[in-house]
């Protein structure tokens, strides 16, 4: 309905404007001039030709008035500013760990359930099939991750805490004073907090932990 008014209010107010405009020109060529170059000369030439611009000006009146009424007809359009996703620090991803959890975060976390709950499955199959020989099964040989040290220590080289600002754009392993162990890559370190980067899922997070909270840093090897 409103589209339908605003077509037929701009099509009648068209009209009337060349209607009016060709009467101007009829007149005299400074009249049309005048009419299509100045602003409210219009006025004048309606008044100067009244018997022949009766009717442009009618075309033109309602065309104005169809498009007022097609106004209050639009749908109305909810405009929504979208931003850059806020960064989330490290005691909201602390909390979110036993509740609900949404987004990219929540998709890796139910794959890793899934996973976890097939691979005991598999376990638990295999255990049940496999004879009873007397013999102990011998423990999977576990191998260190990509990057860390393969002798030694397998956890990577130990650093104090303070020295944090020396391994920026470095993955490391932050080891808090409870014990909790937290790995990422260094994004940026300023007085009193740490922001480390992850990625989860198909993109990356990044959250902020208090260096008061940080107790010690395991840093890869770097291969040659």
């Known amino acids: 309905m409103a589209n339908a008014l605003l077509f ?5 107010s068209i009209v009337g404007a060349i209607w ?7 007149d005299s060529l400074p009249i049309g001039l005048g009419t299509l170059l100045v602003p409210f000369f219009a006025i004048y030439t309606i008044v100067r030709n009244w018997p022949d611009t009766k009717v442009p000006l009618l075309l033109g009146s309602g065309g104005v008035l169809f498009t007022v009424l097609s106004i209050p007809l639009a ?3 909810a405009m929504t500013s979208f931003s850059e996703q806020p960064e989330v ?3 909201e991803k602390r909390n979110v760990r036993g509740g609900p959890v949404t987004g990219p ?3 890796a976390r ?3 359930l899934e996973n976890s709950a097939e691979n005991e499955e598999q376990t638990a199959d295999t255990e049940s099939t496999q004879p009873a020989t007397g013999v102990e099964p011998k423990e999977p040989t576990r ?3 990509p990057g860390f040290q393969r002798r030694g220590d397998q956890r990577g080289q130990s650093f104090p805490a303070e020295r944090i600002g ?19 890559t260094v994004e940026r370190v300023d007085s009193k907090t740490v922001t480390l980067r992850r990625r989860i899922g198909g993109g990356t997070i990044s959250f902020q932990l208090d260096r008061h909270e940080i107790h010690q840093l395991l840093v890869p090897r770097r291969i040659q």
């Open 105 to 107: 975060l929540a998709e």
């Open 8 to 12: 037929i209010g701009s099509t009648l």
């Open 143 to 145: 191998r260190s991750p």
């Open 89 to 91: 620090t490290w005691s």
């Open 20 to 26: 009016l405009l060709v009467v101007a020109f009829r």
């Open 110 to 112: 139910s794959r890793a």
């Open 166 to 184: 020396d391994f920026v754009d470095r993955y490391i392993t932050v080891v808090c004073k409870d014990g909790e162990r937290i790995l990422g």
């Open 75 to 77: 749908p109305q359009v």
